[in-house]
């Protein structure tokens, strides 16, 4: 197999260079696509078989012939297997037996490297890598297409990176965040609830929080998002 590459691939997508807006938070994040991510076989796997770095990953899920520069036959194979699977889960219009299905997904932490994702165990020894995945689904936008929600989700300065959900109907994103990752979360469902587009509040804080792994042969990346500004705190009345 070939060794792993060192510069961060080029991909042939809908990419944009975000101009630089005024009161935006505007920097080139190279370092941020190089740190890496914990893969896990499935949703209930507690210890990682690997890691990537975030940018490897992206690419992977992007084109199959970049499979074979990861080096490492355990992730190759998982993520053939979540391929496979993945397109069963596409086709299936059962909502119950779609989610059953997608806990045997092959999945990977956004928020960074985890030793472990056993709620007992305190000590996960986390290395964040800089970004947080934001989650909108089909079922909470039922006036948007996929698509509609994709495209929405690429017009946002902060967005490094969007694609569909292993299932279709939805998409999901990273965004890169040097705040309180609560206050950064809060920044972006103001933003989003402002475009009339609903965040699935439950993603996007916990550090071994997983993101199912999903393929979008035109995925959105934009090497220079910017960082969105937290919401000013509200004022307190006094009374």
């Known amino acids: 197999m070939k060794s792993p590459s060192k510069s961060r691939p080029d991909f042939e997508t809908e990419k944009k260079d975000t101009p630089l807006n005024q009161g935006q938070n505007f920097v080139f994040l190279p370092d941020l696509w190089e740190n890496s991510v914990s893969v896990f076989e499935n949703t209930y796997s507690v210890t990682p078989i690997g890691e990537l770095r975030l940018i490897d990953l992206l690419e992977c899920l992007r084109d199959e012939d970049s499979w074979e520069s990861l080096g490492s036959p355990r992730i190759l194979a998982t993520l053939k297997k979540a391929k496979i699977n993945g397109a069963k889960i596409s086709k299936e219009e059962d909502h119950a037996k779609r989610q059953d299905l997608k806990t045997w997904i092959p999945s990977f932490t ?84 402002s475009e009339g587009v609903n965040l699935d509040i439950s993603k996007g804080k916990g550090e071994a929080e997983l993101r199912i792994i999903s393929f979008d042969h035109n995925p959105y990346i934009n090497l220079n998002p910017t960082f969105i500004e937290p919401l000013p705190p509200e004022p307190i009345p006094i009374p």
């Open 110 to 193: 956004p928020r960074g490297t985890v030793v472990t994702r056993d709620k007992d165990t305190k000590d996960k020894s986390f290395v964040p890598s800089g970004w947080m995945q934001i989650d909108i689904d089909g079922k909470d936008n039922p006036t948007y297409s996929a698509l509609e929600l994709k495209q929405k989700m690429s017009s946002w300065p902060f967005v490094g990176f969007c694609c569909y959900s292993i299932s279709g109907k939805g998409v999901w994103g990273l965004a890169p965040t040097n705040n309180d990752v609560t206050a950064t979360f809060n920044a972006i469902y103001q933003f989003a609830k």
